[in-house]
C-alpha cells in the first residue's frame, strides 16, 4: 500500500514543494512517479525512486528509499500546476492516491 | 517519436465483451512490455494487465483475472484487451502504455486513454 501526503497542495509560481510517499513495507527503490493533468494520460517524472527520466526539467527531483520518498519540485512554473501520482514499480504494481497541487 | 494511439471503447453491456487496441509506433515493437492501467475517480489508477516483449507470459490484477485477456500482434505493432462479462465496476478510463521492465515495472510513454462505460 502507498499513502502520498498531502492530498492536496497550494502554491504560487516560484515556490519550492515537496510531496510524500509512504510505503507499508520496504521496498527498497522500486517507485515511480508520474504527473497528470486534467483529460491527460500520467506522464513519466522520476523511476528508480531517484533517477529523473530523459526530457523531464531538472527541477523535479525524487528521493527517499525503503518507506519513505519523496518529489521535490523547484521552482515551480505555471505548467507544473497538476495531479502528481507514485507508484510501486514491483508487483503489486501499486498507485497512490495522488497529490493536487493547484495554485495558491 | 514513441506514440501509442487507442481504438475502442464505448458503452458495452454487462456480461458482453469488448476490445480495446492500441497501436505503437516509434519504436522497435518486439522489445518492450506493454500494460494496461485504469483510471476512476473512485478507484484512481489501478494496474489492470501486462503483456511480455514477446507474448509469452501475461500477467494480471486479480479484479479481472479470468475475465479479461492481454494479447499483442507484432504484424500490426498492436496489442489488445479483451474484455469479457465486463462489470458495471469496469467502468473506467483505460490507457495502454509501454513497460520498463529493467529496474522494476514502470510506464514510460502512455496511450491517450478510452473510455470504458459498463452499463444495462
Given at each position: 500500500q502507498l499513502t502520498q501526503s498531502p492530498a492536496s497542495l497550494s502554491a504560487s509560481v516560484g515556490e519550492t514543494v515537496t510531496i510524500f510517499c509512504q510505503a507499508s513495507?520496504?521496498?527498497?527503490?522500486?517507485l515511480t512517479w508520474y504527473q497528470q493533468t486534467p483529460g491527460q494520460a500520467p506522464r513519466l517524472l522520476v523511476?528508480?525512486?531517484s533517477t529523473l527520466q530523459a526530457?523531464?526539467?531538472?527541477r523535479f527531483s525524487g528521493g527517499g528509499s525503503g518507506t519513505h520518498f519523496s518529489l521535490t519540485i523547484s521552482?515551480?512554473?505555471?505548467?507544473?500546476?497538476a495531479t502528481y501520482y507514485c507508484q510501486?514499480?514491483?508487483?503489486?504494481?501499486l498507485f497512490g492516491r495522488g497529490t493536487k497541487l493547484d495554485i495558491k | 517519436q514513441v506514440r501509442l494511439v487507442q481504438s475502442g471503447g464505448g458503452v458495452v453491456q454487462p456480461g458482453t465483451s469488448l476490445t480495446l487496441s492500441c497501436e505503437a509506433s516509434?519504436?522497435?515493437?518486439?522489445d518492450f512490455a506493454l500494460d494496461w492501467i485504469r483510471q476512476t475517480p473512485d478507484k484512481g489508477l489501478e494496474w489492470v494487465a501486462e503483456i511480455s516483449y514477446d507474448g509469452s507470459n501475461s500477467y494480471y490484477a486479480d479484479s479481472v483475472k479470468g475475465r479479461f485477456t492481454v494479447s499483442r500482434d507484432s504484424s500490426k505493432n498492436t496489442m489488445y484487451l479483451r474484455m469479457n462479462s465486463?462489470?458495471?465496476?469496469?467502468?473506467a478510463v483505460y490507457f495502454c502504455a509501454r513497460g520498463r521492465v529493467a529496474h522494476g515495472d514502470y510506464f514510460d510513454f502512455w496511450g491517450q486513454g478510452s473510455l470504458v462505460v459498463v452499463s444495462s
Open positions: 513495507q520496504s521496498i527498497s527503490t522500486y523511476h528508480s525512486a526530457g523531464v526539467p531538472s521552482n515551480l512554473r505555471p505548467e507544473d500546476f510501486h514499480s514491483s508487483r503489486p504494481l | 516509434g519504436y522497435s515493437f518486439s465486463p462489470r458495471v465496476d469496469d467502468t
